[in-house]
Structures are given as structure tokens and as C-alpha cells.
């Protein structure tokens, strides 16, 4: 949506580009819900792994990316078949979709300082990474997640009528919390969790890979290990995207004039989708415990399915 002379021109896909994108979209939504319900499933169904802060850790970003996956999803759905939507609507989806893109962040450097914990002090690991300690950081994720983007709901509440929440909007943050001023927190509250969690990565994963190599007296080994840390710092770079996502689509949007809803859409994949996609992958499908655990659980589900398929075909041959 742009604005031209003070009132809000929307800007529309062709038919046949918004059925791609959305094709697209509800594609790898679909298989994104199915490899996460398979890791959820697999989790819930180990006791060792309710038992380990690592997992724990992994589950709660595997199940904090499927919501924001979903919810992000549905809206840019409905920006495709209403175009607007009333704000009060917009504001609790973009409310959950701020609060669950800081999550991700967060959660990875949580995951990275229980690894360095991990190779570093293993002595220590079981009685600093506890389970209720686990828990407990994850409380703190939410809260320190929650706080920031709920200040803009009671801003913009203390600040516009009331008729503003009735009215319709292309869902977008920006549409929805207008003040400038909650643009300059924002920018500053951005800026300090980036800063944050990057320093974080940086000194771990170094402090991970120096041991690393220092104990390994396998080379393949030091090799893989090497491997896995440029994985996590590539997946915990790309979800930091999330924190600049509105200022870099700004930035495009000047290099790259009348090419907005190109912008948006690949922007969108690039900060919210990739990093979900390599999530599974690194901490599920890469770990043999994990992977062992996910593929008894695949082979059990197929039987089933095929043990109903074959007792749907005996009554159908009973009946005839």
C-alpha cells in the first residue's frame, strides 16, 4: 500500500502472480507443518528428550516459528482476498507475529550459550542447564519479547480514537502503529537485541569451535564441527533479519522504485520462511538422537497408515 497526497492508494497483484505467491506460500506452509508436527510429536513421545534443556530448547523455537509461521501466513492470505482488514484484527495478529519473530533470536542464543556451556565446562553442564532453569529462560524470552511490542498497543490506544480501530487497513505494522515515536523505540529496542544476540553468537560459536579443534584429534570431526557452527551462525544471521525487516524493505523500496509487492513478498521469504526451513534441519535432522527417534516414529506411522488402508480393502471385499 502506498500513500499519494495524504490518503492510501492500494497497490494489487495481477491474478496470475498473486495465485504463484500464494501457491507458493501455502506449499511450503504446509510442509513446514508437517516436518514441525513430526518433531513435536517425536519430542512429546521421548521422556529423554523432555529431560534435555537442548531439546527443550529446540521444541519451543520449533513450536514459537510454526505460530509465527501460521499467523504471518494467514495475513498476508487475507491481504490477498479482503485487501484490508479492520485494525483491531490486524493488531492481534501483528502483535503475536512482533512478539514471536523476536522469540526466534533470542531462543537461538539461548541455544548457543547451552553449547558452549556444553563443550567448554562440561563438568558443570548438568547443574548449570537445568530443566526448570530452561523453563525459566524461556519465561524470560517471552517477557523480554512481550514487553517492548505491548508498549505499542498501549501507546497507539492512549493516542488514536476509537473510530481508527474500527476501520480497515492493509495489515501491516506500520498501518497499525503509526506514532514516530514508536518508530524510534522500536529502532533502538531492534538495534540493542541485535547487538545482543550477536555478540552472543560470535563469542560462543568462536569459543565452541577453538575447543573444538583443541579436543578433536580427528580431523573429519573438527571438519563437521566447523560445519555445524557456520550452519547455526547462518541461521541465527537470517533470523536477525527479523529485527531490520521493516528498515530494509524501506531501503529497497528507494533503490528500487515501483517494485513494492516484489519487495514485500521476497523480503517476507527471506527473513521469516529460509530460516524456518533450516531450523528442522540443523537441530533435528542433523542430530543422530533426534534423527534415530524421528524415523522409528515415521516407520510406526506408515505401518499404521497402511494397516488401515488394508483393512479398509478386506470390509470393502466383506461387503461386496
Known amino acids: 500500500m502506498?500513500?499519494?497526497?495524504?490518503?492510501?492508494?492500494?497497490?494489487?497483484?495481477?491474478?496470475?502472480?498473486?495465485?504463484?505467491?500464494?501457491?507458493?506460500?501455502?506449499?511450503?506452509?504446509?510442509?513446514?507443518?508437517?516436518?514441525?508436527?513430526?518433531?513435536?510429536?517425536?519430542?512429546?513421545?521421548?521422556?529423554?528428550?523432555?529431560?534435555?534443556?537442548?531439546?527443550?530448547?529446540?521444541?519451543?523455537?520449533?513450536?514459537?516459528?510454526?505460530?509465527?509461521?501460521?499467523?504471518?501466513?494467514?495475513?498476508?492470505?487475507?491481504?490477498?482476498?479482503?485487501?484490508?482488514?479492520?485494525?483491531?484484527?490486524?493488531t492481534g495478529f501483528v502483535l503475536v507475529a512482533m512478539i514471536t519473530s523476536h522469540n526466534t533470536p533470542l531462543n537461538l542464543a539461548g541455544m548457543a550459550i547451552e553449547r558452549y556451556i556444553a563443550v567448554c565446562d562440561p563438568l558443570r553442564h548438568s547443574q548449570i542447564c537445568t530443566v526448570r532453569r530452561t523453563y525459566i529462560f524461556i519465561g524470560l524470552i517471552w517477557f523480554f519479547s512481550f514487553v517492548p511490542d505491548i508498549t505499542d498497543l498501549f501507546v497507539t490506544l492512549s493516542k488514536e480514537p476509537l473510530s481508527f480501530f474500527y476501520s480497515s487497513v492493509f495489515c501491516l505494522r506500520q498501518n497499525v502503529f503509526k506514532d514516530l515515536v514508536l518508530m524510534y523505540r522500536r529502532d533502538v529496542f531492534d538495534a540493542f537485541y541485535f547487538s545482543i544476540v550477536f555478540l552472543t553468537l560470535i563469542y560462543t560459536y568462536l569459543r565452541v569451535l577453538l575447543a573444538a579443534h583443541a579436543m578433536s584429534t580427528d580431523k573429519s570431526s573438527a571438519h563437521r564441527a566447523r560445519n555445524?557452527?557456520?550452519?547455526?551462525?547462518?541461521?541465527?544471521?537470517?533470523?536477525?533479519?527479523?529485527?531490520?525487516?521493516?528498515?530494509?524493505?524501506?531501503?529497497?523500496?528507494?533503490?528500487?522504485?515501483g517494485h513494492t509487492l516484489e519487495i514485500r513478498y521476497a523480503n517476507y521469504l527471506i527473513s521469516f520462511i529460509v530460516p524456518r526451513f533450516l531450523s528442522p534441519i540443523i537441530y533435528g535432522v542433523r542430530d543422530q538422537k533426534f534423527r534415530k527417534y524421528l524415523k522409528r516414529n515415521f516407520v510406526i506411522s506408515q505401518c499404521k497408515v497402511m494397516t488401515r488402508v488394508e483393512n479398509q480393502v478386506e470390509e470393502n471385499k466383506t461387503d461386496v
Open 2 to 90: 502506498n500513500s499519494t497526497g495524504g490518503s492510501q492508494v492500494l497497490v494489487r497483484d495481477k491474478f496470475a502472480s498473486a495465485f504463484v505467491k500464494n501457491f507458493i506460500l501455502v506449499m511450503v506452509w504446509l510442509i513446514l507443518s508437517y516436518i514441525n508436527g513430526s518433531l513435536v510429536t517425536t519430542f512429546f513421545r521421548k521422556q529423554i528428550f523432555n529431560e534435555d534443556p537442548r531439546y527443550i530448547l529446540f521444541i519451543h523455537m520449533v513450536i514459537n516459528d510454526a505460530l509465527l509461521l501460521t499467523l504471518t501466513v494467514t495475513m498476508t492470505l487475507l491481504s490477498y482476498i479482503f485487501y484490508t482488514i479492520s485494525v483491531y484484527v490486524c
Open 228 to 257: 555445524t557452527i557456520l550452519l547455526h551462525g547462518a541461521q541465527l544471521l537470517m533470523c536477525m533479519l527479523s529485527y531490520i525487516y521493516p528498515s530494509m524493505e524501506v531501503f529497497l523500496n528507494i533503490i528500487f522504485p
